[in-house]
């Protein structure tokens, strides 16, 4: 009993010093956020606001200084950028993938083994290798500095048609020829059957894209020309190059970088945990 015990308040310990090593910098974040400007300038650098300031938030998102100048770093615009972007791949995302990864698990058509191991070849090419004639490919069908151009690249990603096939080779195949047999057709099956079955996975592929359109920086910054088009990640770098001694600033843009995730992580957990720890499917 008394190893026991002292084996979980060790476990607990460790967890508990892992959560607070990973949540201070955050806790950090915020309260530089809020405040004045040039406090966390002093040495030794500050925890926690003698007093509490939303100008670096005001600044952001409502107040147009600088102007005329090369960059207005208000991020409102942005962040309404990348809202629009990131939803769109998302749904676009799993519209293409989640049926491609039904159809190479469970259906049979020419050629689908060869195109399955090109498909898991493509993983190791770093996508940094495609950018510049893909960025040729886009200027040639008049895609550069649009949106069609920041969200093309990424709808149909091999790692999450891969990732819905593992989840749906799980289900039984006596369950679908079941469903065939009493007249089902394909649509019927995939929707009907396939889709509740493999929720968490979709869920948590859903999250992985939104995720991925969200933080992408690169090719945005590759292929968009207007500012007034910046998603955010490009805005908030814009502004770091324009601002980068105003400390409190960047913490405020990277709070509002980062809270929009969290509202959306947060409830969508439990089907983040169950797509990932699942991989049964239970008859």
């Given amino acids: 009993m008394r190893r026991r015990t002292l084996r979980a308040i060790v476990a607990n310990g460790a967890v508990a010093a892992l959560t607070a090593v990973t949540l201070v910098p955050l806790v950090w974040m915020v309260t530089v956020s809020f405040m004045p400007r040039g406090s966390s300038s002093q040495v030794p650098v500050p925890f ?67 195109l399955l191991k090109l498909l898991i070849a493509a993983l190791v090419v770093p996508g940094q290798v495609a950018m510049l004639p893909l960025f040729l490919m886009f200027k040639e069908l008049g895609l550069v500095n649009s949106y069609a151009g920041v969200i093309l690249p990424g709808l149909a990603g091999v790692f999450a048609v891969l990732f819905v096939r593992q989840a749906v080779l799980a289900i039984p195949d006596e369950m ?10 394909e649509g019927r099956i995939f929707v009907s059957i396939v889709l509740p079955l493999i929720a968490p996975i ?17 090719w945005p910054l590759i292929i ?30 990277s709070v509002v970088t980062t809270l929009p995730v969290l509202l959306i992580f947060l409830p969508l957990q439990r089907f983040y945990i169950g797509g990932l720890l699942g991989g049964s499917v239970k008859g």
């Fill in 48 to 114: 926690w606001p003698d007093r509490w300031s939303i100008e670096n938030y005001y600044e952001l998102l409502v107040r147009r200084q600088f102007e005329g100048a090369w960059f207005d770093y208000r991020i409102l615009p942005a962040l309404l950028n990348s809202i629009g972007v990131a939803a769109i791949a998302t749904l676009l995302g799993l519209l293409l993938t989640v049926p491609a990864g039904y159809a190479f698990a469970k259906l049979r058509f020419r050629g689908r083994e060869r």
């Fill in 224 to 253: 968009l020309s207007d500012q007034e088009r910046y998603t955010l990640p490009v805005a908030v770098a814009a502004i770091m190059r324009e601002h980068a001694a105003d400390g409190e600033l960047m913490m405020a843009a």
């Fill in 176 to 185: 679908l020829d079941a469903a065939r047999i009493d007249g089902a057709g």
């Fill in 202 to 218: 979709t869920v948590t592929l859903a999250l992985f894209i939104f995720l991925g359109s969200w933080n992408d920086f690169l």
